[in-house]
T-cell receptor
Framework: DTGVSQNPRHKITKRGQNVTFRCDPI?????LYWYRQTLGQGPEFLTY????????KSRLLSDRFSAERPKGSFSTLEIQRTEQGDSAMYLC?????????????FGPGTRLTVL | AQSVSQHNHHVILSEAASLELGCNYS??????LFWYVQYPGQHLQLLLK????DPLVKGIKGFEAEFIKSKFSFNLRKPSVQWSDTAEYFC???????????WGAGTKLIIKP
């Protein structure tokens, strides 16, 4: 399968713990996006990379959130000192610079539950 | 700020019924418009998209959508739904200068066999 992959698929943690999620985009895609989706809502944009450069960050991304894409391939999203309000599905998407503008391909998501 | 409204949160139809899901956006400039679908247990998939040209766009599985600029709308249609169309449908908008997708809250569609 050459689609976007995300690990882990589920994460349960206690409030105050740190968690890290990984996203592997489609190999030839140089753009990578993180979104958060809570129950009954559409995805909300968090941040966007072009290659290794983080070009946009949403106001939703508090200081406890950090994302990296060190070699322009996979990306990690870390949440420090998790809070119950962080419970959500975290989605990763990737797109190429050529072809259909901004057609984003999504991974299966990581569901985070903070107890 | 840009926003996307999907007015129907839940829709229940019988097989062979016609479908129209509403999507309105608020942005005065040039936009790219998308419908994504999420089948139960699966990830988001692109159903169809509009960038420019013919405002009536056709997507996969017999779906189509019409962009009406004057109404800021991009409604999704299918003339005859099937049980396998049971899914959640999301409308999303992107403005040319911005790589973000702004999403509606989604419409859960249930097709009764």
């Amino acid at each position: 399968d050459t689609g976007v992959s995300q690990n882990p698929r589920h994460k349960i943690t206690k409030r105050g713990q740190n968690v890290t999620f990984r996203c592997d985009p489609i190999s030839e895609h140089n753009r990578l996006y993180w979104y958060r989706q809570t129950l009954g809502q559409g995805p909300e944009f968090l941040t966007y990379f072009q290659n290794e450069a983080q070009l946009e960050k949403s106001r939703l991304l508090s200081d406890r959130f950090s994302a990296e894409r060190p070699k322009g391939s996979f990306s990690t999203l870390e949440i420090q000192r998790t809070e119950q309000g962080d419970s959500a599905m975290y989605l990763c998407a990737s797109s190429s610079t050529g072809g259909s503008y901004n057609e984003q391909f999504f991974g299966p998501g990581t569901r985070l539950t903070v107890l | 700020a840009q926003s996307v409204s999907q007015h129907n949160h839940h829709v229940i139809l019988s097989e062979a019924a016609s479908l129209e899901l509403g999507c309105n956006y608020s942005y005065g400039g040039t936009v790219n418009l998308f419908w994504y679908v999420q089948y139960p247990g699966q990830h988001l998939q692109l159903l169809l998209k509009y960038f420019s040209g013919d405002p009536l766009v056709k997507g996969i599985k017999g779906f189509e959508a019409e962009f009406i600029k004057s109404k800021f709308s991009f409604n999704l249609r299918k003339p005859s739904v099937q049980w396998s169309d049971t899914a959640e449908y999301f409308c999303a908008v992107n403005a040319n200068s911005n790589y973000q997708l702004i999403w509606g809250a989604g419409t859960k569609l249930i097709i009764k066999p």
